[in-house]
């Protein structure tokens, strides 16, 4: 027990140490570019309103040096200061504000696609590791490369096409009332934004299984005469436990990079479709926001993986 504290406080504070980089590197990139977010955003009458351009700048602390409002930014985020909208429509808003409406909708997004993956990719890789060289492996290989190989972006319009405007059979866009499952606008997003990481699971989960079916240990659970059921559930599947840890990281990037494109084709208020807007907008604290905000829940992922990975396997305690 005590080696496992160890290496979880040694792990949690590397994870401090990597949030902070993330937050300087991002404050730095975002305040080394060459534009004024101030003449951004009052555009032609920058010039011809210059106590307005002044007031701005010091309402937003621009007007300090650069190391002054590194201090400033990283003390407002310790006590969970975000910083404010530079956009016009939402000129100094604070920034959580802004975000607040789209974490919830990122996140069942996520997670629906997540179980949507997790119940069509593990018994796919399962039933073509059992089936190996099979016509069932050759078929559900091959279906699973489509799925991985081919981006969202491009199934998105395919799909809004043939069942949105050809067929009819579901929106093309938008999320429903926020308090409504609203069935009809998640199966289609759902569904294409699971598609690869289903893909992933069942590729990923067969290399597992077939690794673990090769051991002599399996080969002597078989030799004893144990059910090939029982073989494969109570030996084979217990220790793919530790190989499906280590994709935790790619997944969650996965799903990062996924909901970006999903919400923008759909039409999604979450962090993905907030962020492209801030990107248009030149929404500076906006844009350093989300970084952080899913940059540090890789993090700390990666982390939980680490602490659930130590607690499986004590060679990593070592």
């Known amino acids: 027990m005590n080696a496992i504290l160890v290496f979880a406080v040694k792990r949690f504070l590397a994870m401090i140490v990597i949030i902070w980089v993330i937050v300087t590197v991002v404050f730095f990139l975002a305040h080394l570019t060459p534009y004024d977010p101030i003449t951004l955003l009052l555009g032609a009458k920058a010039r011809q309103e210059h106590l307005a351009y002044l007031q701005l700048r010091h309402l937003y602390g621009l007007d300090q040096t650069l190391w002054q409002q590194y201090l400033n930014y990283t003390g407002g985020l310790l006590h969970g200061n975000l910083g404010y909208a530079e956009e016009q429509g939402a000129l100094g808003t604070p ?55 081919v981006p969202s972006f491009v199934f998105a319009p395919i799909c809004q096409l043939i069942f949105g405007v050809e067929l009819k059979w579901l929106p093309v866009a938008g999320w429903g009332d926020p308090g409504v499952l609203g069935l009809k606008e998640l199966i289609m997003p759902v569904l294409i934004f699971a598609a690869g990481l289903a893909g992933f699971f069942a590729k990923s989960f067969r290399s597992f299984m077939l690794e673990v079916l090769g051991q002599d240990y399996i080969r002597t659970a078989r030799a004893k005469g144990l059910k ?29 990079v996924g909901a970006f ?47 659930f990975y130590a607690l499986i396997d004590p060679r990593v305690r070592l």
Not at 106 to 124: D, E, H, K, Q, T
Not at 247 to 254: K, Y
Not at 263 to 269: G, H, N, R
Request: net charge neutral.
């Open 261 to 307: 494109i999903i919400e923008l084709f759909f039409s999604i208020p979450g962090i993905g479709n907030i962020t492209v807007n801030a990107v248009i907008a030149s929404d500076y604290p906006v844009i350093e926001a989300t970084t952080i905000l899913l940059a540090v829940a890789v993090v700390v992922v990666n982390f939980l993986t680490d602490i």
């Open 95 to 149: 920034v959580w504000s802004i975000l607040r409406s789209g974490v919830p909708v990122s996140l069942r997004l996520g997670g629906y696609a997540l179980l949507v993956a997790l119940l069509v990719g593990l018994p796919v890789g399962l039933i073509s590791a059992i089936k190996q060289n099979s016509a069932i492996d050759h078929f559900s290989q091959t279906a699973v490369i489509v799925a991985f190989a």
């Open 228 to 256: 090939e059921q029982r073989v494969v559930i109570l030996h084979a599947m217990k220790n793919t436990l530790i190989p499906l840890a280590t994709i935790v990281g790619p997944i969650l990037a996965f799903l990062i």
